[in-house]
Each structure stands twice: as C-alpha cells, then as structure tokens.
C-alpha cells in the first residue's frame, strides 16, 4: 500500500517487505524522545537524546521479533510481528493511538530517515482495518473495493484513508453503502450502526428489536409487584447501626431454634449422568476437571433423587425453570427415555447458544418446547405444550436463584391441574370464573384492571395437587418480598417485617462468603460453558456463590466471629427455605429439604423436594 500523508492527520507507512525499519515516534518539534510504548532506539531509550544524527550502535530487533524497544528492560519485544508489519499487535496500536492523540507526529527508522507514520492498515485488503485490541488482530471481515472498514467498523474513521483503526471516530464513512454516507448507532441497540438513509428499512428487520410479547405473557402473575410502583428504596446492611444489627442477629437466631427445617442428607447417583463424569476423568481422578465434574455431579445426584421419589417416569410434563441451555432438562430426557411418552418445556428469560435442546426433536412420542420469558409474567396454563398436554407437571431447577424460585413455585401453583386445563370454566388459578365475566353479553360490564395491591392467590386443594418439585436452592441474598411465595410465614410466623426480610435475605450471603480454599486442580473452560442460565447463574463451585473473604477477627458491627457469623447466614437461608416448604404443603405436597451434594462440591448444597402427598414416604 502507498505511503499517504494529510496535513494535521497521521498517514499509513505501508512496509515494502516484512523486515520494515525500526517505527520510533518522536514527539513534535525537539522534545522529549521518548512515549509509553514506543520507544527511541537510536538513541539507546534516552529520554533527551534527539534523533538528528542516528548512533552507530544502535540496537537492532531479532529476525521474527516486534521492533518495540523497551527503555525499562533495555531489549526488544519478544511478541512476534504482525504479518507485513514491524511490530507487535500490542505496540503498533500503540503507535497508532499516540498519533491520534496528538502525542507524536513523527516516525524515524534506524537510518535515521523521517518516515510518514498513521495507524497500520490490514496487510490483507480485502478484509477490515479495524485492529481488535481484545484478540490481538484484525477485524476479518471483508469489505468491499476501494473501502477500508467493514460496515461494522465504518464508523470509527474514514473509509477514504487516513483514519484510526479504534481510535478517531467520524459519522461519515464508506461502508458497504453510498460513498460518504453517514452512519448513526441504532436507536434500538447502539452497540451497532446503520446507514441514515437506510434506517426505516433497518428497524424493520434489526435483531434489537423488541419481540412481540407471547400469548403466555400475564404481567407479574406470580408475584405481588404493582407494574405501575416505582422501585422502592434500595436496602443495605450498611443501612443498620451496630445496635440495630445486633438487635436482628439475635432475633433470627430465636426464629430459627423454632422453626429450623429438617435437612436429610441424599447423595444419590444416576448411570445416565455417571457415563458423563467417566468422560470428563480420563486420569480417573475425582475432580480432574473440577468446573465439569462438580456440575455433573451435582446433576447426577439431583436425577437420583428424582428417581427415588417418583418423579421419573412417563406421561409427565418436566419444566426446567432457569434452564439456559438446557442441559438438566436434558439429562431427564435421557433418563425418562428417549421412547417414552412425555413433554419437556424449558423456561429461561434469556437467549443461549448451544441448547440441549436439539438432541429432542427427533423423538416421536415426547413434545419438546421453549418459553424465553420472565418467570415473574409466565402464566403456564397459556402456554401451547401445557395447554393441549393432560400430563402432572414436575418442575426442575439447578441452582434457580433467589427469588427465581419462589416465582417458579407461584407458577407452578397458579396452573391449574392437568384434568382442567384449557376449560374456560377454569382459571389460571384452579378456580371456577364467575358467569357473568364469561358470558358475552354486552350488558355485563368487563373487568377492569385494579390499582389496588394483589392479595396473595388463593391456595390450591390437595385433592387436585399432582407432579412434583426438584430445585437445587442458592443465592437467597436476591430474594425479594414482592415475590417471595409465602410472605405470611414471615409476618404472622416470624414477626418479620418485609424490610427485615430483605436484610435476612443480605444477611444469607454469610454462608457463602469465600472460607473455602481455592481448588488446586485447573477448572478448564467448559464450566463457564456448562448450563449458561439466565434466571439461575450455574458456575464454578468456587467462584459462583463465593464473596469477599470474611476476616479472622471479630467483625465490626455484628460483633461474630467467623464461625458464628457464618451460622446466622445458614440460620437465614433455611427460614427462607422454611417458608418454601409449608407453602408446598399448603398445595398439597410432601415437602423437605435434602442435602443433595456434599460441601466440598458446591457450598450451595441444599435442594427442595416435593411429591403428591400419597407418593413421598
């Protein structure tokens, strides 16, 4: 490429081979030589030599090897070049920022001769100029002829030459559109651009837009939010004088001598997610590959104990709440059988890669589906699977965060049973509709929306309850009142109010807060990868549910030691647990709490379990 030069503007030093000059950028006029990053090799990295007349020993870069010098190791860069050019990826973004802030205007090689520098262009035309600084290399993209940056990257310079490659911006670029068209972010997501004449026809067809709500769509039809309420005050310990702590500490100890739920301890197995682990331990150590095994062991076990109780056999509808990908619901597949007559619906709020679910449609007798939608506005008596489906509904979750399960088991409550639904005589609820709402005459004045608070949903009878419940419980410190499933337990119960029950709920993250030694073993990649969920994280053992460390000493204001400060933290997550627990039973469930993994695996270990009440022994 031509050597170009523009008054005020850097221009590109295009190499004529791939052992190019030494790049050394002197500041204007007859300062100082030297700038972070690039440095002045003539002159052995002095900091006031100038470059008027190059020394004779001036050192030189290695054949293959960045031409950067150094001033504070006093060598070259050992990164290797890019191809066609002196430097680094590092170092020639460097280059080329200093020159876009105007810290450097010049370049001089070994020679001594003043050469035009501007930031590097792509030695490959035909793809984009854009350096990503992130991965070390240029954008690979194609572009078209004559044109420098992909569409993508248009708007950070110039197509026409001359501008920086991540550094200047300039609303008028040549993508693949009209010359000198103008580009503008997208009203709907600025993460990207679009031509401004072209915008109509981009909003019509952009990714960012927001999708049409599904017909399954009840606003919070499981919680007690007002959508019209603005958000109330944040709540913070730091909030709480010592007096005022104290004063908590000692309250929810006392709740919890009285209404400690039972934990009975279940570590069970299962073959289908047994020959998965054999896979990830090819040295036949237990954590060779401690992200992947700690999450299947933990599945296998939750699988085992679904076995046990009932829950896995056919003409059942298995719902994954927080699925992401998808991949316990998956296991359950397997388990059921592929030949087995059931349904499978996986819940999540967000979009994910690499679903599970693709390894399900190729069976006859099962029905497969997918709800991206908030659990707070599921109304599960609406959606097509469950709709057309007669089948008990066993929900399923693996470390469903916080509020997320209480959400899931309003949800859950709120269909009705499989004998009634889709009759319009039932509700969502279970409950008969009044005549007058269903009859169409135009007399009957239609319901209208009420600003008042919702009172909690009436409970469902236990002659109707049917399914089940299996959900590994974590992250009590992000449940909510507005959505916890049985706010009465704590007021009438535990005489909390909803403003102590957010603290109890800040106050649970002591369990988890980091006393655990970091893992010896590397955890890989694929545990980031393992079930990336949108309602309920599922990551590392050690780093998903892990905060700052708690100290030695005695703390501050609650006045614990270690120990004791983690015990209130337990104390908390079970009373919430305990609310969990009789709200089942109110449905009609047996329900409990096991420990399903051990500590050492993941400190989240407890998992809530409900059958109907003439199943669960």
Same mark, same amino acid.
């Given at each position: ?241 010592? *007096? #005022? ?6 309250? /929810? %100890? $006392?709740?919890? @001598? &009285?209404?400690? +739920?039972?934990? *009975? #301890? ?6 289908? /997610? %047994? $020959?998965?682990? @054999? &896979?990830?331990? +090819? ?335």
């Amino acid at each position: 490429m031509a050597a170009q030069t523009d008054a005020g503007a850097a221009a590109t030093v295009a190499p004529t081979s791939p052992h190019h000059p030494v790049l050394e950028l002197v500041s204007a006029g007859n300062g100082p030589a030297s700038h972070e990053g690039i440095i002045d090799t003539t002159s052995g990295g002095g900091a006031n030599n100038p470059l008027d007349t190059p020394t004779e020993a001036a050192p030189k870069p290695s054949p293959g090897r960045c031409a950067h010098f150094s001033a504070r190791s006093q060598r070259f860069c050992r990164g290797k070049p890019l191809e066609g050019l002196p430097m680094c990826g590092m170092h020639m973004q460097k280059q080329s920022q200093a020159l876009v802030d105007g810290h450097c205007d010049t370049a001089r090689g070994v020679d001594g001769a003043v050469l035009p520098v501007s930031p590097p262009r792509n030695p490959n035309p035909a793809h984009c100029s854009f350096f990503v600084k992130r991965k070390e290399r240029f954008c690979r993209m194609m572009v078209g002829g004559g044109r420098v940056f992909c569409g993508e990257h248009a708007a950070v310079g110039d197509n026409g030459g001359g501008g920086a490659a991540g550094g200047a911006s300039s609303s008028k670029s040549m993508g693949p559109g009209p010359v000198g068209a103008e580009r503008i972010p997208c009203p709907l997501d600025p993460r990207h651009t679009v031509y401004k004449h072209r915008l109509v026809r981009h909003l019509k067809k952009c990714t960012g837009r927001p999708d049409p709500l599904p017909e399954y769509h009840t606003e919070c039809h499981n919680s007690t939010r007002n959508p019209s309420d603005a958000p109330g005050p944040k709540i913070s310990l730091a909030d709480l004088t010592t *007096v #005022e702590l104290r004063a908590l500490i000692q309250r /929810v %100890r $006392a709740a919890g @001598d &009285k209404h400690m +739920p039972e934990i *009975v #301890e279940s570590v069970l197995d299962h073959p289908v /997610v %047994r $020959a998965e682990i @054999d &896979k990830c331990k +090819p040295s036949g150590e237990k954590y060779n590959n401690i992200g992947v095994c700690s999450h299947l062991e933990q599945q296998a076990s939750l699988i085992g104990n679904m076995e046990s109780c009932g829950l896995l056999r056919e003409r059942q509808c298995y719902i994954e709440f927080g699925a992401g990908r998808g991949k316990l619901l998956h296991f359950v597949y397997r388990a059921v059988g592929p030949d087995t007559e059931a349904d499978f619906l996986a819940v999540d709020r967000m979009r994910t890669r690499c679903k599970f679910d693709r390894f399900h449609r190729a069976s006859e007798k099962s029905r497969q589906s997918r709800a991206l939608i908030d659990i707070e506005h599921l109304d599960l008596a609406k959606v097509p699977l469950i709709q057309t489906g007669t089948f008990p509904l066993v929900a399923v979750g693996k470390h469903l965060c916080g509020v997320a399960t209480d959400l899931s088991l309003v949800c859950l409550a709120n269909c009705p049973p499989a004998g009634s639904r889709g009759d319009p005589a039932i509700d969502s609820s279970g409950l008969p509709v009044a005549a007058a709402i269903a009859t169409s005459d135009p007399a009957v004045p239609a319901p209208t929306a009420s600003t008042e608070p919702k009172a909690p949903k009436r409970p469902r009878l236990a002659s109707v309850v049917d399914g089940g419940v299996m959900i590994a419980l974590c992250c009590h410190q992000v449940c909510s009142w507005t959505g916890y499933c049985n706010q009465s337990f704590f007021v009438d119960e535990l005489d909390f109010s909803p403003r102590e029950f957010k603290l109890i709920a800040l106050m649970s993250s002591w369990y988890i807060c980091g006393t655990r030694q970091a893992p010896t073993q590397s955890g890989g990649s694929e545990d980031a990868k393992d079930d990336g969920k949108g309602d309920a994280g599922d990551g590392d053992a050690e780093t998903e549910h892990a905060a700052s460390t708690i100290d030695e000493s005695t703390t501050a204001k609650s006045g614990l030691q270690k120990k004791d400060q983690e015990r209130v933290g337990f104390i908390c997550k079970r009373l919430i647990d305990a609310g969990r627990v009789l709200y089942l039973q109110d449905q009609g469930y047996n329900a409990r709490l096991i420990s399903y993994t051990d500590p050492g695996v993941s400190l989240e270990h407890v998992a809530l379990v409900a059958t109907p009440r003439h199943t669960l022994e």
